[in-house]
């Protein structure tokens, strides 16, 4: 092999952090062929093993092809290429013989470095990614370098330089260049395990989900955030019944008419979503206005998303809080809200017809089966299997649920009742961080609850958790873990257990906030932000203004990058004593020197300076003694460090006395 032994370990080490993001992600198998790949050629590099045939790299890259094809059924997957490109930039080194396959490698790294933003974007993906890229340069330096000129850390050293100066016009491209979309918004068809509600509602579905701390969305209030018992976060609304579950359905378009019962309820809040299972986002109560990526307001109050979220998106939210909708039902919407299946739950239905007879409001029906619920039921985290028709085995067999269970079955009730009503499916409370200043919801956060129309007051939310647990409204998921314990297991009762160690979860809240200001700020700075931010600075700017201000901002950094680079060689012609003599001479600040005769050194320049000014001199005696003794003498006791320390006391002293004159 043509290449240096330090390079090709460079490239190894480079190449196995570019791969390291996707480690996790990848198939078992492609996993232990790449691993298998990099051991090969390590030996290689020792002599141990020769370079293989090329034709074990051909037979390899189709073995993989096939692989792929059958691990995800199909070539329209993102993930198939990603994977592909992912073999074949490992496969490179079964044919690893010259300076001209190690930089194809190293070009190969920039675009494998792209992909790991297709499925994370996270502040720590990045500095991974980052980190990838400085190695990538250390190896094009180690391999274009002479053996002497490479040894140790000198190539990640001259890379972090390079990286460094780089930076600048990393930071100006960023905030000035207009803002496209990203390529990473392409769907991904496989490996987008993505947790969170679904758009149907069978018994025991919330249940499962609550057993995750998957992060759901962060917000932040324009002013201090309600009271946990008022974040009902509505995500679907479920109308309709189908084979034993709640579904989203059609309803009848409403008219909308909406009042608000108290001074001050209407608050203003932003909403950083996590990816999501369906095309809906989480809204505050009754959501009146939405700003966002392909964000609507639905007629009957949640918001829409035009597909489903495959990345962190930000939206500006405005909702009010106990809000009283005085809109009349029309009869379709009436017939839609009633409607129930014939011929399951039958016990259900015959105890809501007789309600109805027996009472004449539907307050009074309300009440009573909320009494009911909260005299007989139990409230757990580990409810009973459903059985035949569920709403009937829960009601009248085990009375042990979870919220979809008390959800579903109030909302059958009520209909049967001849009372419209409807589930809505969302979460409910979050957990406050004030390192970050915001609300943290999670999966385990995830809740269900009923929506009924009343006359003359409109949809009311009912939720029969706060009758039968208030503890879980009041204070949150956690309180009603803590209070059954063994009950709930897995990553949320991790993530409960993690509170109580003390400056150990602060300090997760700390990498938290750091990580909720990261998608705040960089992911999700898009074109809107953009012109807002730059607007505070340039009020009259238009779209077609950013192109030349970002060309101008680009060459502008890019000149004072180049007169960086290129002013240095000037200075490097001058020794280390010559630098130190010409700083000495700033210090002296107008003391004339035409008292010393021409070529004298810095004995006379300082008898001049203490004939001016005796109180400043006397500060760099300690300096002076130590340049003479390192120039003339040579004494090897003085090293160049404590020369330069002395310099550097003389100017903090001296700046400090010109400053208080003292």
Request: charged share 15%; with cysteine; net charge negative.
């Amino acid at each position: 092999m043509t290449v240096q032994r330090s390079a090709l370990l460079w490239m190894l080490a480079s190449q196995s952090l570019m791969l390291a993001p996707h480690g996790s992600r990848m198939p078992l198998w492609m996993l232990c062929g790449c691993l298998a790949m990099g051991a090969f050629t390590l030996a290689r590099i020792q002599g141990y093993v020769r370079l293989p045939s090329k034709w074990v790299a051909v037979a390899a890259v189709f073995m993989c092809w096939a692989l792929l094809w059958r691990e995800y059924g199909s070539l329209m997957v993102v993930e198939f290429w990603v994977d592909l490109l992912l073999f074949m930039y490992t496969a490179k080194l079964l044919e690893l013989a010259s300076k001209r396959d190690v930089s194809q490698i190293m070009l190969l790294s920039f675009f494998v470095g792209m992909t790991h933003f297709l499925f994370n974007e996270s502040m720590l993906q990045t500095i991974v990614t980052f980190s990838g890229l400085v190695m990538v340069m250390a190896t094009l330096i180690a391999l274009h370098s002479s053996s002497t000129q490479t040894q140790g850390r000198q190539p990640i050293k001259l890379a972090g330089i390079a990286f460094l100066q780089a930076l600048p016009l990393l930071v100006i491209l960023f905030v000035f260049f207009p803002r496209l979309s990203p390529f990473w918004t392409i769907p991904l068809e496989k490996g987008a395990a993505f947790t969170g509600l679904s758009d149907r509602l069978m018994l025991g579905d919330i249940h499962s989900l609550v057993q995750s701390d998957e992060l759901a969305f962060r917000v932040n209030f324009t002013s201090a955030p309600p009271a946990s018992r008022d974040l009902y976060w509505r995500t679907l609304v479920l109308s309709a019944v189908s084979e034993g579950g709640w579904v989203v359905g059609s309803p009848p378009r409403p008219m909308p008419s909406v009042k608000f019962g108290a001074e001050g309820a209407i608050i203003d809040y932003e909403l950083l979503s996590q990816p999501m299972r369906v095309p809906f986002i989480p809204s505050l109560d009754r959501v009146l206005s939405v700003e966002g990526t392909s964000a609507s307001l639905d007629p009957i109050g949640f918001v829409r998303s035009a597909s489903v979220l495959q990345t962190v998106t930000q939206y500006q939210m405005r909702s009010g809080l106990n809000a009283v909708d005085g809109a009349e039902l029309s009869k379709a919407e009436r017939a839609a809200y009633l409607a129930l299946p014939l011929r399951i739950n039958p016990l259900a239905r015959t105890f809501g017809a007789s309600l109805a007879e027996d009472y004449q409001t539907p307050d009074a029906v309300i009440h009573t089966v909320l009494a009911w619920y909260f005299d007989e039921f139990t409230y757990t985290l580990n409810p009973d299997a459903s059985k035949g028709d569920s709403i009937d085995h829960f009601l009248f067999e085990t009375k042990r649920g979870f919220c979809e269970h008390f959800a579903a079955s109030f909302t059958w009730v009520m209909r049967a009742a001849g009372i419209p009503a409807r589930v809505v499916l969302g979460y409910q409370g979050g957990a406050y961080n004030p390192s970050g200043n915001y609300i943290e919801v999670r999966q385990f956060d995830a809740h269900a609850w009923s929506e009924v129309w009343v006359q003359g007051e409109g949809w009311r939310r009912v939720d029969p958790t706060a009758f039968i647990a208030p503890e879980r409204i009041e204070r949150g998921m956690q309180a009603s873990a803590a209070g059954m314990d063994g009950l709930m297991t897995g990553e949320a009762w991790d993530y409960f257990q993690m509170r109580s160690l003390g400056w150990l979860f602060d300090l997760q809240l700390q990498v938290q906030a750091l990580s909720h200001l990261w998608d705040r700020v960089i992911v999700n700075y898009d074109q809107a932000r953009q012109m807002r931010w730059l607007s505070t600075v340039w009020p009259d700017l238009e779209l077609e203004d950013l192109a030349p201000l970002a060309l101008a901002a680009f060459l502008l950094g890019l000149g004072v990058i180049t007169v960086g680079l290129v002013a240095p060689p000037f200075r490097r012609g001058l020794s280390q004593e010559a630098r130190w003599y010409q700083s000495y001479l700033r210090c002296l600040d107008g003391v004339t020197l035409d008292q010393v005769g021409p070529g004298t050194g810095v004995a006379r320049c300082q008898e001049a300076w203490d004939m001016a000014r005796p109180d400043e001199a006397a500060l760099a005696q300690v300096f002076v003694e130590k340049f003479e003794l390192s120039l003339y003498q040579e004494d090897q006791s003085v090293s160049p460090s404590s020369v330069s320390k002395a310099l550097l006391v003389l100017k903090i002293r001296l700046a400090w006395m010109r400053l208080t004159g003292r």
